[in-house]
C-alpha cells in the first residue's frame, strides 16, 4: 500500500541539471521524514539530503551544499531533489526512502538513522 516512485533520472553533461522526484503514496508528508541517497558503483550508499516537512527543516552532506535543493509538494505529495551544476562524479542511483515522523522539532539527517520505506532508484549518469 505505501510506496516511493523516483523519477526524472537520466543522461546529462557536466554542467546541466535535473529535478528528481519522489512520488509518494499510503501516508502524507507531513508526517514523515524523507531523505534522498545515492550510490555509485563500487562505493557505499551515501546520503545526500532530507527533509523534516513539519519541522520546516532540511539538511545536506558537504559535497552537495549549494548544487541541491530539497523541496515538497503537499498538493502532489511528492518531495523533489533539484540538482544543479552536475558532475561527474555524481553519477550513481538515486533512492529516497522515508520515515514515519510526528514529532514537529524532529531534526533530520542525511544519512539516517533508520527508515521505514524505500523506492526502487532512479539512474543519474553524468557524462561529457
Known amino acids: 500500500q505505501v510506496q516511493l516512485v523516483e523519477s526524472g533520472g537520466g543522461l546529462v553533461q557536466p554542467g546541466g541539471s535535473l529535478r528528481l522526484s519522489c512520488a509518494v503514496s499510503?501516508?502524507?508528508?507531513?508526517?514523515?521524514?524523507i531523505n534522498w541517497f545515492r550510490q555509485a558503483p563500487g562505493k557505499e550508499r551515501e546520503g545526500v539530503s532530507c527533509?523534516?516537512?513539519?519541522?520546516?527543516?532540511?539538511a545536506y552532506t558537504d559535497s552537495v551544499k549549494g548544487r541541491f535543493t530539497i523541496s515538497r509538494d503537499n498538493a502532489k505529495n511528492t518531495v523533489y531533489l533539484q540538482i544543479d551544476n552536475l558532475k561527474p562524479e555524481d553519477t550513481a542511483v538515486y533512492y529516497c526512502?522515508?520515515?514515519?515522523?510526528?514529532?514537529?522539532?524532529?531534526?533530520?539527517?542525511?544519512?539516517?538513522?533508520?527508515?521505514?520505506?524505500w523506492g526502487q532508484g532512479t539512474q543519474v549518469t553524468v557524462s561529457s
Open positions: 499510503g501516508f502524507t508528508l507531513d508526517y514523515s521524514v
Open positions: 526512502a522515508a520515515k514515519i515522523e510526528y514529532a514537529t522539532q524532529y531534526v533530520c539527517r542525511p544519512n539516517g538513522p533508520s527508515f521505514d520505506y
Open positions: 527533509i523534516s516537512s513539519r519541522a520546516g527543516y532540511t
